[in-house]
């Protein structure tokens, strides 16, 4: 049988000194003799008596509390912690530090703002299915070109008198295309790559209609150059500029690894662009074949082969010329299906040329009587 609970109510004073709350349960000595007092020391802390009255360091004032419980005088507000207030509601947030301004390191200086004729970017940049060709050379090509279609054409003051020098006057009015003249220079930058060279024109314009083999060998007989594999947009330009130097008729690339048209590699081409056809196949291998059943005598170049290009040209016929990347070279399925494989002579000291390099020489040979 339980036994009986206590009734609600205020307790009875205890009549035990030092106890405070009815007893020695809470650090009273429990046999009525007065409790000594707890002094406080600054270096071991309290020390005194179990209980008793609480005696504050010098300089506080004395501060209630249970008997034997360490206490000390109040914090002054700000000083603790953050933590939830008393009232049971989290602390406000503090306020975030001012935003100093940006330090520029030694040799950095701040940004220029745009002049208001360059800042506008949205209205130059080039739509779907465009791009922007610049340097005289290949914007002057370009406006001669009936089969380019044109866009707009911003050139400067100096760009402009020098293509007015090299160009019929009437080319201007059949393209139907006015100069709209730019006044700084930097604002060719908004839509051109930085370390372009545009002397001042560029040109928007559509990239031109692709060409079918067939079409591009009746209206030329000179040779043939496919590239295997060559992506630097820098030497597929070079390699035009040298096939409209040299007579080519075409130069053919694979369409999934082959540069793209670009205004670099317009530029690299220095107008060769237009006026060389550079025709996309999507089998190397196959076009080689395709010029093999039309009577082309189709050679690969490498550095391996036993004869010299001088030694294996025909006089009769038509030369096709595969060159492949560097580093990789010619792969397995063109060297074999080139009917002959041929090289340059060269030291021993070199063991390759750059690829744009070997173009010009070869074609250079093949042309020679």
């Not at 914007?139 to 020098?165: F, H, K, M, S, Y």
């Not at 295997?228 to 130069?251: E, M, Y």
């Not at 190397?284 to 074949?289: N, T």
Request: glycine share 12%; hydrophobic share 35%.
């Amino acid at each position: 049988m339980s036994p009986p609970r206590r009734p609600h109510g205020p307790r009875p004073p205890s009549s035990q000194a030092g106890s405070g709350f009815g007893g020695p349960s809470f650090g009273g000595s429990g046999s009525g003799k007065p409790a000594r007092p707890r002094a406080f020391d600054g270096k071991r802390g309290w020390k005194g008596g179990e209980s008793g009255p609480v005696e504050a360091p010098r300089g506080e004032a004395p501060r209630p509390g249970r008997p034997g419980v360490k206490t000390q005088g109040p914090k002054p507000y700000g000083t603790g912690p953050r933590g939830p207030s008393p009232q049971g509601r989290p602390p406000a947030e503090a306020a975030p530090p001012p935003r100093e301004p940006r330090q520029f390191f030694r040799g950095e200086a701040a940004r220029p703002r745009p002049a208001p004729d360059v800042a506008r970017r949205e209205e130059d940049r080039a739509p779907a299915n465009t791009l922007w060709l610049h340097g005289l050379h290949a914007v002057a090509a370009a406006l001669q070109n009936p089969r380019r279609r044109l866009r707009r054409l911003l050139v400067t003051a100096d760009a402009e008198a020098a293509l007015r020098e090299r160009l019929p006057p009437e080319v201007f009015a059949n393209r139907k295309i006015q100069p709209e003249r730019v006044e700084d220079r930097s604002r060719f930058h908004t839509f051109l790559p930085e370390d372009s060279v545009h002397q001042g024109a560029a040109l928007l314009a559509e990239p031109l209609p692709q060409l079918d083999l067939d079409d591009v060998l009746k209206a030329s007989p000179g040779p043939v150059l496919l590239l295997d594999q060559v992506t630097d947009p820098r030497n597929v330009g070079a390699i035009l500029r040298s096939a409209a130097a040299f007579g080519a008729a075409a130069v053919v690339v694979q369409d999934r690894h082959a540069p793209p048209e670009t205004g670099a590699l317009a530029r690299a081409a220095s107008g060769a662009l237009e006026v060389v056809p550079m025709v996309r196949e999507v089998n190397l291998a196959r076009a080689i074949r395709h010029l093999q059943d039309g009577g082309a005598w189709v050679m690969g170049l490498t550095g391996d082969a036993k004869r010299t290009l001088a030694e294996a040209k025909p006089g009769d016929r038509r030369v096709g010329l595969v060159l492949g990347a560097e580093g990789g070279g010619l792969r397995r399925l063109q060297r074999e299906t080139c009917d002959e494989l041929v090289r340059l002579p060269m030291a021993g000291e070199m063991e390759s040329l750059n690829v744009s390099a070997a173009a010009a020489i070869a074609l250079y040979e093949i042309g020679r009587a």
